[in-house]
């Protein structure tokens, strides 16, 4: 199958996707498509006539699509550029100190307790798992999606503040994730002496470096657009700062991800109340929205389609049902501890944690990353497991989160009379 062919029957289905969802379903895109996508790669699994060859049809195609490669080396880019485009940097600062902490410290957290976790129920179900990829596995499945996150907050109604830090720590924590994954994948497939030393030297090249990276593109992209009024052009200069960016982060070594994320906030704030006409910001915003949207509905179409890739063992599927509430277990305790570090437990309500825990939606970052391992039978195991925890997050938590913090409003507002102001509820 040529590569026009997947892209043709890949935007295919998310445009009748899109349509059925937005005429009938009426779900967050994201979770909308994915869904459908799920239902019917299930339904090619089920023993009718015709299903086999469809079935081996999809498979070729998936097969085609290098989902590591398309998320973390292609897609990633324009939808992390697009996420920081619209977010305020003011509001990120006010809260720069959790989602710093949720960012590092919470990663870290979450990487420990799933890896030793996790390393127990596979010693329990008879999977002989060596220490280091459960680690592994608690490193993939640590960081939130900015992709899922992003769009389920769209229609979430989260309080200002907590969005803010949800949408801050989905941004920024991946590069924090992906340093940790690459050392723990040295170890284990490399073999390599991984000492402390040489981690935060890793961790300053790929997260700090990244961040002056991107302030440097971003900053060289604002001159630019200072000296011209053209929307076409500064348009393709923002996918210059996107695409580009992106690559060459990637090439010298540097989180790509934080560079282009960092380059986003300065652009879609600087940029757009100091360099740009009206005219150029709605272009702007319409086109970005269009990307976003556009490369959202792929992937997680995408995402639903992958299960036809999986290795449905019984006991791998019992696997990722016993580790689900243990990676929402280490959730709530990557939150907790920053959180009451930073606090003190002081003026902590019991919502912010909950909200902040049923928010940590997991999505495409955490299969790719876990399509990036040895090919055999750990990398089957661990695909299935956060191919179920992903599936999880979205479906599950993504659908009831508005519920959850409609709740917890309610309850706040039942114990402390009227309503708070917006940027006092539910905040630490």
Excluded at 278 to 288: A, G, P, Q
Excluded at 319 to 326: C, D, H, T, Y
């Amino acid at each position: 199958m040529s590569l026009f062919d997947i892209i043709a029957v890949l935007i295919s289905l998310s445009a009748v996707f899109s349509w059925i969802n937005a005429r009938f379903l009426k779900l967050p895109t994201a979770i909308g498509l994915m869904m459908m996508a799920l239902a019917l790669s299930l339904a090619l699994l089920l023993p009718f006539p015709l299903n086999e060859h469809i079935a081996l049809d999809a498979r070729v195609l998936l097969s085609g699509v290098d989902f590591n490669a398309t998320v973390l080396h292609g897609m990633l880019s324009f939808l992390l550029f697009a996420g920081a485009l619209h977010v305020n940097i003011h509001d990120l600062a006010q809260h720069r100190n959790t989602i710093a902490a949720l960012s590092t410290l919470g990663v870290v957290l979450v990487t420990i307790i799933v890896g030793l976790s996790s390393y127990l129920v596979f010693l329990l179900l008879g999977f002989d798992i060596p220490l280091l990829y459960c680690l592994l596995f608690g490193a993939l499945i640590s960081p939130t999606d900015p992709i899922a996150v992003l769009g389920v907050l769209k229609s979430a109604g989260a309080p200002k503040s907590l969005e803010t830090k949800i949408t801050g720590e989905s941004l920024f924590n991946d590069g924090v994730a992906v340093v940790l994954f690459m050392v723990l994948f040295d170890i284990a497939i490399g073999g390599q002496q991984i000492h402390l030393d040489h981690v935060l030297v890793l961790f300053a090249q790929e997260a700090i470096g990244g961040a002056l990276f991107g302030l440097m593109v971003g900053q060289i992209a604002l001159e630019m657009l200072k000296r011209i009024d053209n929307y076409q052009v500064e348009v393709l200069l923002t996918l210059a700062v996107a695409s580009g960016g992106y690559a060459l982060a990637e090439h010298v070594h540097l989180s790509a991800p934080i560079a282009v994320v960092v380059a986003g906030l300065m652009i879609g704030n600087q940029g757009r109340h100091g360099a740009m006409s009206m005219k150029t910001r709605e272009h702007l915003d319409s086109f970005w929205e269009l990307v976003d949207e556009s490369l959202n509905a792929v992937l997680f179409v995408l995402i639903g389609l992958e299960v036809l890739a999986l290795t449905l063992g019984e006991n791998y599927l019992l696997a990722g049902a016993l580790i689900i509430p243990l990676v929402l277990m280490a959730r709530a305790l990557s939150i907790g501890v920053p959180l009451g570090l930073y606090r003190g437990f002081r003026n902590l309500s019991p919502g912010t944690i909950a909200i902040l825990t049923w928010g940590g939606i997991r999505g495409g970052i955490s299969v790719a990353l876990a399509l990036s391992l040895p090919p055999g039978g750990i990398r089957d195991l661990i695909l299935t497991v956060t191919y179920m925890i992903v599936v999880f997050s979205i479906m599950v938590q993504g659908l009831t989160l508005t519920p959850v913090i409609r709740a917890f409003e309610h309850k706040a507002n039942r114990e402390f009379g009227a309503p708070a102001p917006e940027e006092n509820k539910l905040q630490p």
